[in-house]
């Protein structure tokens, strides 16, 4: 009985791992041609669109996932290539609003006025924010910026959603500084291949059309 208990036991790591590896690969070589070091490199798409995530840390200390994402987005701006951008992230309760922090911190590193800015911000999940952009904002097609992990994640999510998007790696952060970071998205990978292989998950929420037009000013509220 001992001997079974043991057997079944690596065979659960066996299949963990085997899943892990295997979601880790899937993803990367379904993205990699479509990830950017270099804004000159990048189709001449005109909307930009930054992935959430809190500017501080808990330590109260500044969040550099957040500030390499907006120092990208700058640059990339400063081209002269984009017109639009969507922050999109969670605001899932009244004193946690990841794309109100990207907005603010985007107007007061000179953004200027005119460019369109749309807050979404019920996108809760990676899914959501890159699946709402097309079927709730009509968005055809854009460029994603976040760190290169991620943007792995986020575009076989858009392709395998019909989304057509690019990456626009931002800088990541060293591995000592977000060690359970690593360890996440491996798992994030494997729901992700799960959630659109095996569940066909939407966004949990769609509500009407916002179609994204120039020269407009938009933000949606949850």
Do not use: W
């Not at 930009?48 to 969040?63: A, D, E, F, H, P």
């Not at 290169?148 to 395998?160: C, G």
């Not at 659109?196 to 933000?219: D, S, Y």
């Amino acid at each position: 009985m001992k001997d079974k208990l043991i057997l079944c036991f690596f065979g659960f790591l066996f299949l963990v791992g085997f899943q892990i590896m295997f979601c880790d690969k899937l993803i990367m070589e379904t993205s990699k041609v479509r990830i950017f070091n270099q804004s000159i490199e990048l189709p001449k798409y005109k909307t930009v669109m930054v992935l959430g995530t809190s500017k501080y840390l808990k330590n109260g200390q500044i969040n550099l996932y957040f500030q390499n994402r907006i120092n990208r987005t700058i640059r990339l701006y400063k081209s002269g290539n984009i017109s639009r951008i969507i922050v999109s992230g969670d605001n899932g309760t009244e004193n946690y609003n990841e794309p109100a922090q990207m907005k603010a911190e985007l107007v007061k590193r000179c953004i200027a006025c005119g460019v369109v800015f749309l807050c979404d911000h019920v996108g809760f999940r990676t899914l959501d924010s890159v699946v709402r952009a097309k079927l709730v904002f009509r968005c055809d097609e854009f460029v994603i910026i976040s760190q290169e992990f991620h943007l792995e994640r986020a575009l076989y999510l858009a392709k395998r959603n019909n989304v057509k998007a690019v990456g626009l790696i931002a800088e990541n952060v060293p591995r000592s500084y977000d060690i359970m970071g690593f360890y996440r998205e491996k798992l994030a990978r494997v729901k992700a291949v799960y959630d659109v292989c095996l569940f066909n998950k939407k966004p949990k929420l769609l509500g009407n059309n916002i179609p994204i037009r120039r020269n407009e000013a938009l933000e949606l509220e949850m």
